[in-house]
């Protein structure tokens, strides 16, 4: 069920190429605000106020922020409030950092005094497992652990049903005891991953900073996980396009926004094997990439929602997954099979262009 890795704080610097793909959903999410991924940008639009943006790396992806507002410096001064937020809570749920809770919970089986924001965190990623029937299911780390040590490097190993069966022995959410701050694991050797709910999350808090400092309008896109507030500088609504799962750069469609969020899960962007067929995203009940949509994007009111939202639906068979998501008040989807087929949620709409 795992979405997307953050990657360590040391793992180098971006070349050209890995800009390239991490920033292919920016251009056209931003498209029609008239942003292009840069360093920072304040435009001042008319006498009474500015447009100002910034896109930083984190997550393991580019962050834009856009931000309308009639006061520059008040703008830019929540811009840097909001991205402390991001790299406070990044480090907190960061699984690859020895250093934080959600390290030492895995390493442990148990944690006490467990920060705030991770409980929170796993409590909704216990509620999204409930609520989908199992298909969100943070536990799946034992599986994702597999995949990377067998199809790392030149000299890949075979990955054996005994081994996949054995990983999946230790996946299961319902083998998670969350009590107050303190997380148990039921069973030694489980794991969790928080990478499917985790930036979706953070994206919210981002948005709460902002809305904090009276930022009214404004667009947050985190690789694709999107928190809207209010409108453009031209007092129309935010324009979004759905990530292409071919980058053939033909959108497979483009919404409107004027709060709310939207995320997407694909299985184009991380994968352990050159064939493609085991990727980032794990059915927690075979152990398996499933391979019946090539993407999914879910309209919800917060991002954090939208994220696991998309991850649960993923797992699930299409016209199943459309179905859960009609089931759910105020949420939406767009399901891309393969050739290219688009199944809509029934009121998801579609942008007038």
């Known amino acids: 069920m795992q979405k997307m890795d953050y990657l360590p704080s040391n793992y ?14 920016l251009g056209l999410s931003l498209a029609s605000a008239g942003i292009i991924p840069a360093t920072a940008e304040a435009v001042k639009f008319n006498r009474k106020g500015y447009k100002v943006s910034r896109t930083k790396l984190a997550m393991g992806t580019f962050v834009t922020m856009t931000l309308i507002h009639p006061s520059r410096d008040n703008a830019e001064e929540a811009i840097g409030h909001a991205f402390e937020e991001i790299n406070r809570l990044t480090r907190s ?49 034992p599986v994702v652990d597999l995949f990377r040590q067998k199809f790392r490097g030149v000299q890949k190993k075979p990955l054996t049903k005994t081994e996949l069966a054995r990983a999946l022995e230790l996946v299961g959410s ?73 980058k053939r750069k033909q959108y497979p469609d483009v919404i409107h926004m004027v709060g709310g969020a939207v995320a997407t899960s694909g299985n184009y962007e991380i994968y352990f094997d050159r064939e493609k067929m085991v990727h980032h995203i794990v059915d927690p009940k075979t152990g398996l990439s499933p391979n019946l949509s090539t993407s999914v994007s879910v309209q919800a009111n917060t991002a954090i929602d939208a994220d696991a939202l998309s991850t649960s639906v993923f797992v699930m068979d299409p016209i199943k997954g459309i179905r859960f998501i009609n089931s759910i008040p105020e949420c939406e989807c767009l399901v891309i099979v393969k050739g290219d087929k688009k199944i809509k949620s029934s009121g998801w709409k579609s942008a007038a262009m």
């Open 93 to 141: 749920m960061n699984r690859f950092d020895e250093t934080t809770a959600i390290a030492e919970l895995n390493s442990q089986g148990s944690l006490r005094d467990v920060p705030p924001e991770v409980v929170e965190v796993v409590a909704r990623a216990l509620d999204f497992h409930r609520l989908s029937g199992g298909t969100f299911d943070i536990s799946v780390k």
């Open 174 to 246: 319902d083998k998670i005891e969350l009590k107050g701050r303190t997380i148990r694991f039921k069973k030694p050797g489980m794991g969790i991953t928080l990478d499917g709910i985790a930036k979706g999350y953070i994206v919210d808090k981002a948005s709460k900073i902002l809305s904090d400092y009276q930022i009214k309008n404004h667009l947050i896109n985190a690789g694709g996980d999107i928190r809207a507030m209010g409108v453009r500088s031209d007092k129309k609504p935010w324009t979004v396009a759905i990530q292409d799962p071919g």
């Open 12 to 25: 180098g610097s971006i070349n050209r190429r890995s800009f390239i793909k991490l920033s292919g959903l």
